[in-house]
């Protein structure tokens, strides 16, 4: 379990980044959805939580979203890759970025692709 702890207008959250679904930047800071079906409001932005989150197998695939790779539960090939996470959020990868992806996905996983 990894652990974080981050600052929300109440004090602190430790969150357990496995159960992190997705991160979505706010007006003040970023929006984290949990597996659980929890929103939380922080006050870090996209590009902190970014430099916190890559290491633990989250992808930025869009100035405002974070998603965690390892909640991916389909992946749809494609001119862009959709990518179906547990419960069901469904995001699609950017064409421009499907190089970084799949570079992402062989270090950190065992992918390949079929011809």
Do not use: V, W
Request: net charge positive; proline share 3%.
């Amino acid at each position: 379990m990894n652990k974080i702890i981050l600052p929300t207008r109440n004090g602190s959250i430790a969150f357990d980044t496995e159960k992190i679904k997705f991160c979505k930047a706010a007006f003040d800071g970023s929006d984290i959805y949990m597996e659980d079906g929890q929103k939380h409001h922080i006050k870090t932005n996209i590009a902190n939580l970014d430099s916190i989150l890559t290491e633990m197998n989250f992808f930025q695939f869009h100035s405002r979203f974070l998603i965690n790779l390892n909640l991916m539960e389909a992946l749809i090939p494609g001119n862009t890759f959709k990518i179906i996470l547990s419960g069901g959020d469904s995001f699609f990868i950017p064409q421009r970025l499907n190089y970084k992806f799949i570079n992402t996905l062989r270090r950190n996983f065992q992918f390949q692709l079929k011809d």
